[in-house]
């Protein structure tokens, strides 16, 4: 399961697609609709929000309007009704580690989308998450 910090747009439509499924999974785990993945390291982050379920809801609104506007036809009908949600910090650090990953899954899967960002520096966080300084996160298993 990755659940990505990176904001969507950077996704090739095999990602977003990826995205969208396990992001749904992490749903139905936060809503205990499911034994599994429990205690994957990728949900803490949401598990310490003060409100898990409107933030999950918050973070898939950001990757259902990504896909809308790529033409995508997700089902919204599947997020769960949320309050508006505090943001979520990420680190820097984590943003980069990330990013590599993405750029070396895109170099092989999708070499246009590749060559497309490769030049970015800095790359956008996901609507939900705003960037502090830090170094890789400590749920991110690398």
Request: aromatic letters at 8%; glycine letters at 4%.
């Amino acid at each position: 399961m990755r659940l990505w910090s990176l904001h969507p747009r950077y996704l090739d439509p095999q990602g977003m697609v990826a995205l969208w499924r396990e992001t749904l999974l992490a749903q139905a785990v936060l809503r205990e609709q499911t034994r599994g993945y429990r205690n994957h390291p990728q949900l803490d982050r949401f598990k310490a929000h003060p409100a898990p379920l409107d933030a999950m809801s918050a973070y898939l609104q950001a990757i259902h309007a990504e896909a809308t506007a790529r033409g995508y036809h997700f089902d919204a009908s599947k997020i769960r009704p949320g309050a508006p949600a505090a943001p979520m910090t990420v680190t820097a650090g984590q943003m980069t580690y990330e990013w590599a990953h993405l750029m070396a899954k895109l170099q092989t899967r999708n070499p246009a989308l590749h060559e497309r960002w490769r030049a970015t520096t800095a790359p956008e966080a996901h609507p939900l998450l705003t960037v502090h300084p830090g170094d890789l996160e400590p749920w991110e298993r690398p």
